[in-house]
């Protein structure tokens, strides 16, 4: 196996041709109600949803919100495992950083993802234990797709600079292993293409298309550095067949298959 994260996504953005991150967010109160049997609704849920999205999957990426309880950790466990068994890398949305020796605990959810998502504001040394991970990939959260986005991350800075620009020069620096990347939304396409201007070896993890109506275009233009990034769709994929029944894994295979295509018209 490839020792480079981004190598190894790249592999997998070529052999099913598709940017595309499957975000599973399996939202309790949203999952199929005929899933309720199962020991464990939310990787019954996911496992369907696996089946019938890989083939478009550049990536899965779990939430650690969905999963942070005693089945939900059982849940993700499962769920890795089988995205792995189908070839898919997995990035785990976990927003992590802390002070040294409790970020050190929270590196060990590496033993099980291919990459994770890092909150910044705790700086350098609270990302090292992720960081020196050489193998694994890191998205540092820059400028987020969210409406309070704005608030700290476009704060101006004395040099100039908004802190989401800061950021963004400071995972250039970070990255000495050539595994980081930048967490940008694609509700803010300009800063979108500001960023990529500014740092345009880090490929994106762009957020936000779908169900926060981001731009897909500018998300594809500006989100892949030399044609490595993913962009990703939760909701609007895994809950596309909401009110389909037993058809809702189908449902979010046509939803993934229809962003691809979107997507690729943009590569
Ligand atoms: O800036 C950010 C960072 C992370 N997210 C996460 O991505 C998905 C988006 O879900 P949708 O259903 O496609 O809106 C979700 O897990 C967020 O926590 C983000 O949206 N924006």
Redesign the pocket.
Known sequence: MNEDFFDRLRDRIDRVDSVVSV?L?PDPTRIPEHLDEYDLPRWAFNRRIIDATHEHAACY?P?A?FYEDGDGWRALRETIAYAHGKDVPVLL?AKRADIGNTSRQYAKLLDHADAI?LNPYLGRDSLEPFLSRADKGVFV?CR???PG?SDVQDLELASGDRVYERVAALADLWNRNGNVGL?V?ATTPEELESVREQVPDLPFLV??????GGDAEAAVTHGLADGVGLV?????IIFAGEDRGAAFAKAAGEAAKRLKKRLNRYR
């Not at 957020?207 to 926060?212: I, L, S, T, W």
């Open positions: 975000g967010d990426k939430n919100a949305d998502t959260l987020t797709s969210n986005g967490v939304g957020p936000g298309v779908g169900a926060q990703n769709s939760s909701r609007g």
